[in-house]
C-alpha cells in the first residue's frame, strides 16, 4: 500500500498532556468481523503465504 | 506488501499444465489465457471468430454444432438444440427452472428425478432413405457440459497451439459445492483438472483491476467499496466488496434470477409482434407460432445489441408470419421507454445489496458493470442517476477505459490461472481452506481525531471491513509546527442530511432522473453527505517540536489479536514515538456475508 497523504489539522499538544514514553493506550478496539477473504489475485495469495507460514508483514519482506 | 506469488516445486504434473480460465454461463461461455511475456490476460476467439461463445449445442443430421451455429438452430430446429443449461447441474429435476428453455430442448427427469438431462434425436438416420427415425438419446447435464466443456478446450488448444489441460473456471456466488462437485467432473471427463473455482463477480474485479493496473492508470491498489454488478442472459448477480490492500471481502450479493437480457429481449418481442399485427390485420399472431416466435426472439436480441451502440436498429424478418416478411425500425429511445421498468429493477436489484451490505450508497465508491447486459447504454444512466456522483460507474457507456464487460470474468480467472498454474493441488486447496481465508476483519474505521476541539473531525487511515493482519502508513503536514497530539480514533460514519435551497429558476432544473420520485417540486432538495466522526478513542501520542511546515507520518500496525502498535515521527526528523495497545484476543462478532 502506498503511503496515504492527509490533508487536516492536528491539535497541538496541551501543556498538561503527559505520559510515559509520550504515549499513552486508552481502549481497545471493537470487536471485529469475522469474514472471509476471496482466495483470488496476487494480494490474497501473499496472505495466504503469511498466514499457513505464521509470519508478519516485515518478516515477509526480508 | 509484496504481492509476488512465492516459488512453490512445481512438480512434474504441474508444470506440464496448460491452464486457461473459462468462463461458463448459461447464455454464453468465454476462455482466456494470459501473455507469456506481459501477463496480459486475452480473450480467445474460437474458430467462428466469437469471443462470446453461446452455450448450446444442437444436432443436425447426425452431427453436433456449438456456440452461434448452435444458436441459429433454436429457429430451424428447437427439440434437438440443448440450451440454458448450466445452472441445472448438480441439481434435482424439481429444482430447476426450465422456463429458459421454452424455445429449446425441455429438460427431462433422471435418475427418478434426482437429475436433469436432455432428449435428443442425436444420430442420424440409419437407412438411406431416412424414413425410420433413429432412437433418440437422453444426455444428461453432465454429458452436455462435458461435450461443450470439450469443445471449448478444443477452441483454445488451436488457438495456443498446445494441449489445454486445466482452468480456473469461474461460477455464480451462490454455487452451491453440489453444483460445483458436479461441473469439476464434467470438467475432467472433458480433460480438464478445475485448479479452482472462481465466483463470477470476484473474477469480472480481478480483471478489471488487473488491466487498471497493466496500463497504470492507477498505479498502486487503493482501498475501496466496490459493487460488482454482473447482468447476464437470464441472471443477474450483485456483489458488494471491500477491496483493500488488494485483497476482495464480499460484503453481500443479491440475486435475480429472472433479470437479463433475455427479459429486455421479451420487451421487444411484444412490440414487434404488435407493430407486426397493427400492419398485417389479417395475419396470424407471430407469438403464437414457435418457429416464427423463435425467429423473432433472435432478432429482438440483435435489434437490442445494435441499439447499445446506434440510435435507432431494424428488424428484419423473412416470412415471420403466414409468408409475410416484417421490418421494423426502432430507435433507442422508444426501446427504453418499453423497457423502463425492467431498467428499474437492475437499479433495485443493485440498491438492494447496499442494503444487504449494511451500507449507504454514499458508502459506494465505484460500481463495475460486469455481463452481456452491461453495454446496455441505459441501464448505466439510470445507475448513475440514481448514486451520487462520487461513485463511479464503470461500463462502456461512462468509461471509455471499460474492459468489454462481456469479457471480464473470463479474464480474471484467466489471471488466477496464471498464478496459481504452478502449484500443487493440495497447496491450492489448503490456500483456500476457511482457516486461511476466515479472518477478523476491522468494524470500524481507525484514523486520526484532527481539527479544534468541539469541531473535531476524523481522517482515516484504515478503512472498515480491513482483515487483520494489516499495517498502514500516512502522512500529514503540520503547517505551523511545535508540539502536536495524535489521537487515534476509531471512526463512526454518519449519514448527514441537509436541506438546500432550490436554484432559483423553479422546475426548469430539467433533471431526468427517474429514481427521483418526490415530485413535490417546492420541498427544498434533501443533500445527504457522508461525513466520519471519532469515535472511541484507541490511543494518545504527543510528538514534540516538528519543524514549521514539518510532516508528521504514523504507521499503524493491527495484528491479528487487534493489538496496535502506533509509530509516529516527522518525516526527516529523529527519534519518535512508539507505543503498543494490548489485542484483545479472538473474541469476534458472528460472521456476515
Ligand atoms: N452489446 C450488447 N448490448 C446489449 N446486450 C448485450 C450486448 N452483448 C451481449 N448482450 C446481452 O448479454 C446477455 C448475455 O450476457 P453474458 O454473456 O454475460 O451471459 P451469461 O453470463 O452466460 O448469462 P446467464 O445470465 O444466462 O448465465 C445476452 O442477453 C446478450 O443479448
Ligand atoms: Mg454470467
Known amino acids: 500500500m502506498a503511503t496515504i497523504q492527509l490533508s487536516a489539522t492536528l491539535p497541538s499538544l496541551p501543556s498538561d498532556w503527559s505520559a510515559e514514553k509520550d504515549f499513552k493506550p486508552i481502549s481497545h478496539l471493537s470487536a471485529p468481523t469475522s469474514r472471509a477473504i476471496e482466495p483470488v489475485g496476487p494480494h490474497f495469495l501473499a496472505h495466504a503465504r503469511r498466514k499457513r507460514h505464521k509470519r508478519t508483514f516485515s518478516e515477509d519482506e526480508r | 506488501m509484496s504481492a509476488d506469488t512465492g516459488s512453490p516445486e512445481p512438480t512434474s504434473q504441474e508444470s506440464s499444465r496448460v491452464a486457461i480460465g473459462l468462463s461458463f454461463g448459461n447464455s454464453n461461455s468465454s476462455i482466456a489465457y494470459t501473455t507469456a511475456n506481459e501477463g496480459k490476460a486475452e480473450v480467445i476467439a474460437n474458430e467462428e471468430g466469437d469471443r462470446q461463445i453461446p452455450s448450446i449445442l444442437s444436432y443436425v443430421a447426425g452431427e453436433e454444432f456449438q456456440g452461434t451455429q448452435a444458436k441459429a438452430q433454436i429457429a430451424r430446429n428447437p427439440r434437438n438444440t440443448i440450451a440454458f443449461f448450466r445452472d441445472f447441474l448438480g441439481k434435482g429435476f424439481k429444482d430447476v427452472d426450465p422456463s429458459p428453455c ?23 438416420s440409419e437407412d438411406e432413405e431416412g424414413s425410420s427415425e433413429p432412437a433418440k438419446s437422453t444426455l444428461s447435464v453432465s454429458e452436455v457440459s462435458t461435450r461443450h466443456l ?10 495456443l497451439g498446445k494441449s489445454v489441460n486445466a482452468a480456473v473456471i469461474t461460477v455464480p456466488y451462490d454455487f452451491t459445492d453440489e453444483q460445483k ?6 470438467a475432467k471427463e472433458a480433460g480438464i483438472e478445475v485448479l479452482q473455482f472462481i465466483p463470477e463477480p470476484v473474477s469480472a474485479l480481478l480483471g478489471h483491476d488487473a488491466k487498471v493496473q497493466q496500463s497504470g492508470e492507477q498505479p498502486q491498489q487503493h482501498d475501496r467499496i466496490i459493487l460488482v454488478a454482473d447482468l447476464g442472459g437470464t441472471r443477474s448477480d450483485v456483489s458488494v466488496v471491500a477491496s483493500r490492500g488488494g485483497m476482495y471481502t464480499t460484503l453481500s450479493t443479491a440475486h435475480d434470477y429472472e433479470l437479463g437480457g433475455s427479459t429486455l429481449d421479451k420487451v ?16 396470424k399472431d407471430p407469438r403464437g407460432n414457435e418457429r416464427s416466435l423463435a425467429k423473432l426472439t433472435l432478432e429482438a436480441e440483435s435489434v437490442r445489441k445494435a441499439l447499445s451502440l446506434g440510435a435507432s436498429a431494424s428488424f428484419s424478418i423473412e416470412s415471420l408470419s403466414d409468408g409475410i416478411d416484417f421490418s421494423l425500425n426502432v430507435n433507442r429511445t422508444r426501446f427504453e421507454l418499453l423497457g423502463s421498468k425492467l431498467f428499474q429493477s437492475f437499479t433495485r436489484l443493485i440498491e438492494s445489496a447496499v442494503q444487504k451490505a449494511d451500507l449507504d450508497i454514499l458508502d459506494v465508491d465505484t460500481i463495475l458493470l460486469a455481463g452481456g447486459a452491461s453495454h446496455t447504454p441505459k441501464i448505466a444512466a439510470n445507475v448513475q442517476s440514481h448514486f451520487p456522483s462520487t461513485t463511479t460507474i464503470i461500463s462502456p457507456s461512462t468509461s471509455s477505459t471499460a474492459v468489454n464487460p462481456s469479457e471480464l470474468t473470463a479474464r480474471g480467472a484467466a489471471i488466477q490461472a496464471s498464478l496459481i498454474q504452478e502449484f500443487e493441488h493440495q497447496d491450492i486447496e489448503d490456500s483456500t481452506e476457511a482457516v486461511v481465508t476466515v479472518t477478523p476483519h476491522l468494524s470500524h474505521a481507525i484514523g ?20 487483520v493482519p494489516v499495517r498502514r502508513t500516512a502522512q500529514i503536514p503540520v503547517a505551523a509546527g511545535g508540539d502536536v497530539l495524535l489521537r487515534l480514533a476509531e471512526g463512526v460514519r454518519e449519514i448527514k442530511v441537509s436541506k438546500a435551497e432550490k436554484p432559483g429558476t423553479n422546475g426548469t432544473a430539467g433533471s431526468d432522473d427517474d429514481s427521483d420520485e418526490d415530485g413535490s ?17 484507541i490511543a494518545e501520542a504527543g510528538l514534540k517540536g516538528v519543524k514549521k511546515g514539518g510532516k508528521v507520518e504514523v504507521q499503524v500496525n493491527v495484528a491479528a489479536d487487534l493489538g496496535v502498535t502506533v509509530v509516529a515521527r516527522e518525516v526527516g526528523g529523529k527519534g519518535g514515538v512508539r507505543g503498543v495497545v494490548e489485542g484483545t484476543g479472538a473474541q469476534q462478532n458472528g460472521s456476515a456475508a
Open chain 2, 268 to 283: 421487444l418481442v411484444e412490440y414487434a409482434a404488435k407493430e407486426f399485427l397493427k400492419k398485417n390485420k389479417t395475419a
Open chain 2, 448 to 467: 486520526l481525531v484532527t481539527g479544534k476541539e468541539g469541531s473535531e473531525e476524523f481522517a482515516v487511515i484504515v478503512e472498515p471491513d480491513t482483515p
Open chain 2, 150 to 159: 470439450r469443445r471449448l478446450k478444443q477452441s483454445a488448444s488451436d488457438y
Open chain 2, 181 to 186: 462437485a458436479a461441473l469439476s467432473k464434467s
Open chain 2, 521 to 537: 417540486d417546492d420541498e427544498p432538495e434533501e443533500v445527504r453527505s457522508k461525513v466520519l466522526k471519532p469515535g472511541k478513542i
Open chain 2, 102 to 124: 421454452h424455445a429449446s430442448a425441455h429438460p427431462v427427469e433422471l435418475d427418478g428425478g434426482k437429475s436433469v438431462g436432455f432428449e435428443v434425436q442425436e444420430h442420424a
